[in-house]
């Protein structure tokens, strides 16, 4: 078989094997048993580039960790010589004990199994010195990072108010993922910030990173790459030490990660290169941060001779789970389309359900839960995924009340997220003025200018005179201890806590927690904050302050936070629901699967489709059909026809991808006794409804969703609208882009931006000064011609 092979289903091992694998085909092996042939040929094609190309649970993660376990029983390596790459930390430990159980043995030796940075790290800290770096550099978590961002910023006589440093370490980021050195950022880029100061920027940061002995995490790939590039004996060392290179989700690949696999991957000349990837473009749901999905479809074009396998069959759900989720996916047009089945039992429909309320949902799916468990299902085969973090706090509050044990995997529970512990200090320090934690915690934050100096002057009074801090505070500001400008800012503070208690005798408790959080500058804060998570961490407040609704005043709520604090501590092993946002979920699965929340706005997200426009809805799609392929057994999709939004009651219609689920594989069920409040679904859609019917919207459930918002509810959120322009039949997730049809100087129309003429274009995204909103960056797809 030689390299020229066109690239072909291989449904047969390849040929050109030693002795040990003819014997191992002879009588296959115990791990083998069981694979399908499409499966197998994956495992046991070990020379050459190897692409999995195939849909949800069909083995994927399966095949990759049995062809370890095949290469090491073979000796076709020895572990040290195998390089794996998983998407998650825990994903790799999973991945090394069930080789273990499949070999029989443990395999504490592989070193290169990890996630991309775990690897990047490693691999660093062998060649520091070539990178201007020391072994021992430090890692720079986001904190430190845009600190440091600031220091350039000053430096470079930059006003910090009018570029914030959040920003620039946004678009640095976004360049490192892209595998770009400061030399190489499009001009017209290095523009958009400091009035083309981007790029000079960039380099100083890079410059300041060397000086302090230090990488953020986007260098741990970037620098990897500049090692190998300048270097090029020590990625020979490489090529000879990698005899196998596997990765698992490679749909979600950014470039950086593409150009350092691909740099890792150049055999020497005559040698075949043993990378196996794989990957399902219809779970590629990384692209807001990077990820490219043409990665997978390059594959073919940039590994020489590469075999593609397809896996068809679905080991994972049952068969309506698999058919409402491939009817859902089948929507998106920028996709390979692949064919996928099971032959397990149609098993139970996929259920969708309305509630009336978030509050409504939550007690349902508890209920559920409860139905569940007393039936003897174990608490560890259910989750709850979530579109967006701030949807959990619900269900935990709902199940601390309930007493059924929870956890929340990838992130925080909500009420020890960081934003949340900061707003609690603020309230906590209101009103309990002897609580030293809780004011130390939110003294300097936001930034005011009370550094660790003044803390300690605070703590030497407090703890010297057995007094409070905020005490010891108030003392102080009226002595010379402090110098004039932190003796200002501490007495302007003091001011405000004492204003804000005497304020919680009049005030409504949410009232006075959205005054407190406005007037200490922290809502602010998070406002300017340009990262991507910043957003979230708004609606995560806004989410506190709602869920104060049901408590009587600020104390009861403070009570009620202790407690539910209280049980995070309980054991770890026990038997848990988990909760986790979709993009979490990505690779696991469970028998039972709770899809709240499934809202226009909401989800798909509001922000992504004003963001990405057709890509943007397609990517929110793919991350539905993530969803629903998580379930092996149940499917549950909820939706609540109000949610409290910004404070205000939103009448919310039901997501258009409730609208895209075959009639054939759903069930929609009325929720029992309380829960059927009525309004928020009505029942025969789905024996009208054809499949792939020609507009979304016409269906009879869309328009009664229409009619119920019309009929009263105060309703801020736009129905959704159409794109103005098409991709046909054109990858969507690509985030580079090609050329864009427009020229400088056009002027066009942007649905939410209104009127404007483009000043600069790079690729297919344009910098266009809008009549009425000013200048912004927006794509290419998301305008028309005026
Ligand atoms: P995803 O796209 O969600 O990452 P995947 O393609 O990686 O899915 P796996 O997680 O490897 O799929 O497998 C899905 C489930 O099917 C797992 O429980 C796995 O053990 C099971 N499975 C895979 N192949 C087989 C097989 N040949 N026989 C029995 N079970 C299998
Ligand atoms: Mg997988």
């Known amino acids: 078989m030689s390299d020229e092979r066109s690239p072909s289903l291989a449904h047969q091992p390849a040929a050109g094997g030693i002795a040990a694998r003819a014997m191992a085909a002879a009588r296959p092996a115990a791990y083998l048993q069981g694979l399908n042939p499409e499966q197998r040929a994956a495992v046991e094609t070990l020379d050459g580039p190897v692409l999995v190309l195939a849909g949800a649970g069909t083995g994927k993660t399966r095949v990759l960790t049995t062809r370890i376990a095949h290469i090491l029983a073979t000796g076709?390596?020895?572990?040290?010589?195998?390089?794996?790459?998983?998407?998650?930390?825990?994903?790799a430990r999973e991945m090394r004990e069930r080789i273990g159980v499949l070999i029989g043995q443990s395999v504490e030796g592989m070193p290169w199994l990890g996630t991309f940075h775990a690897i990047g790290v490693k691999i660093l800290r062998r060649h520091a010195e070539l990178v201007d770096l020391k072994s021992n550099f430090t890692i720079l978590d986001t904190d430190d990072q845009v600190r440091l961002m600031k220091q350039v910023i000053a430096a470079a006589d930059i006003d910090e108010k009018r570029w914030p440093a959040r920003q620039l370490a946004n678009a640095i980021d976004s360049w490192k993922n892209r595998g770009l050195t400061p030399a190489?950022?499009?001009?017209?880029?290095?523009?958009?910030?400091?009035?083309?100061?981007?790029?000079?920027?960039?380099a100083a940061y890079q410059a300041r990173l060397k000086t302090l002995n230090a990488a953020d995490f986007g260098d741990l790939l970037l620098e990897c790459i500049r090692l190998f590039r300048e270097n090029p004996g020590v990625l020979a060392e490489y090529h000879r030490r990698f005899r196998f290179m596997l990765v698992d989700e490679y749909q979600d690949t950014n470039v950086a990660q593409y150009l350092w696999l691909r740099l890792l991957s150049q055999a020497p000349a005559g040698e075949k290169v043993n990378l196996c990837c794989v990957g399902d473009d219809d779970q590629s749901i990384y692209g807001w941060r990077g990820a490219e999905v043409d990665n997978i479809l390059r594959f073919e074009k940039d590994f020489q001779g590469s075999t593609i396998i397809r896996l068809e069959r679905n080991?994972?759900?049952?068969?309506?789970?698999?058919?409402?989720?491939?009817?859902?996916i089948a929507r998106n047009e920028g996709r390979l389309g692949k064919t996928l089945?099971?032959?397990?039992?149609?098993?139970?429909?996929?259920?969708?359900?309305?509630?009336?309320?978030?509050?409504?949902?939550?007690?349902?799916?508890?209920?559920?839960?409860?139905?569940?468990?007393?039936?003897?299902?174990?608490?560890?085969?259910?989750?709850?995924?979530?579109?967006?973090?701030?949807?959990?706090?619900?269900?935990e509050d709902r199940f601390v009340t309930l007493g059924l044990p929870y956890r929340v995997i990838g992130g925080p529970r909500f009420y020890e997220r960081a934003e949340i512990r900061d707003a609690l200090a603020y309230f906590r320090a209101t009103m309990q003025p002897a609580d030293d934690l809780a004011f130390e915690r939110i003294v300097n934050v936001p930034k005011r200018g009370l550094g660790d100096a003044t803390v300690q002057i605070l703590h030497d009074y407090a703890r010297h005179n057995s007094v409070p801090m905020m005490q010891a505070a108030r003392v102080l500001v009226e002595t010379e201890e402090l110098k004039p400008k932190p003796r200002q800012t501490l007495r302007d503070l003091m001011t405000a806590f004492g204003r804000w208690a005497a304020q919680s005798e009049v005030l409504g408790h949410q009232e006075l927690a959205e005054l407190i959080l406005e007037e200490s500058g922290y809502t602010d804060m998070w406002q300017k904050d340009r990262t991507a998570e910043a957003a979230g961490r708004l609606e995560n407040l806004k989410e506190l302050v709602r869920s104060m609704e049901s408590f009587e005043n600020m104390a009861g709520f403070l009570e009620h936070i202790s407690l539910v604090m209280d049980a995070s501590e309980e054991g770890a092993s026990e038997d848990k629901v988990s909760i986790l946002t979709l993009h979490g979920a990505k690779g696991l699965e469970y028998d039972t699967v709770f899809l709240p929340g499934w809202e226009e706005g909401l989800f798909p997200h509001q922000?992504?489709?004003?963001?990405?426009?057709?890509?943007?809805?397609?990517?929110?799609?793919?991350?539905?059909?993530?969803?629903?392929?998580?379930?092996?057994?149940?499917?549950k999709v909820w939706f609540a026809s109000n949610r409290r939004i910004h404070g205000l009651w939103q009448a919310t219609m039901p997501s258009r991808f409730v609208d895209e689920l075959p009639a054939a594989h759903v069930d929609v069920v009325e929720p029992s006794g309380s829960y059927s409040s009525g309004g928020a679904f009505a029942m025969?859609?789905?024996?009208?409804?054809?499949?792939?019917?020609?507009?979304?919207?016409?269906?009879?459930?869309?328009?009664?969703?229409?009619?119920?918002?019309?009929?009263?509810?105060?309703?801020?959120?736009?129905?959704?609208?159409r794109e103005p322009l098409t991709i046909e039949g054109e990858l969507v997730a690509r985030s580079t882009g090609t050329a864009s049809v427009h020229k400088v100087g056009d002027r066009v129309f942007h649905v939410k931006f209104g009127y404007g003429d483009i000043a600069e274009i790079d690729g297919n995204k344009l910098t266009v000064d809008f009549d009425k909103a000013g200048r912004k960056r927006v794509v290419d797809s998301f305008v028309a011609a005026a």
């Open 607 to 635: 922000r992504s489709l004003d963001e990405n426009g057709r890509a943007g809805l397609e990517e929110e799609r793919r991350l539905a059909y993530v969803g629903l392929t998580r379930a092996r057994r149940r499917a």
């Open 341 to 395: 089945f099971t032959d397990d039992v149609e098993g139970e429909r996929v259920t969708v359900a309305g509630a009336w309320d978030s509050g409504e949902e939550a007690r349902a799916i508890g209920d559920e839960i409860e139905n569940l468990q007393r039936k003897g299902h174990a608490l560890n085969d259910i989750a709850i995924l979530v579109r967006a973090s701030f949807q959990m706090r619900e269900f």
């Open 684 to 721: 025969s859609r789905f024996d009208k409804a054809q499949p792939f019917s020609g507009s979304t919207y016409s269906t009879p459930g869309w328009q009664r969703a229409r009619e119920n918002m019309a009929s009263g509810f105060k309703a801020t959120q736009p129905p959704p609208r």
């Open 76 to 91: 076709r390596a020895a572990p040290y010589q195998i390089l794996a790459v998983t998407f998650t930390n825990k994903a």
């Open 184 to 202: 190489q950022v499009p001009a017209g880029e290095a523009m958009s910030f400091a009035n083309g100061k981007g790029g000079e920027l960039y």
């Open 315 to 328: 080991y994972r759900s049952t068969g309506h789970i698999l058919g409402a989720a491939g009817h859902l």
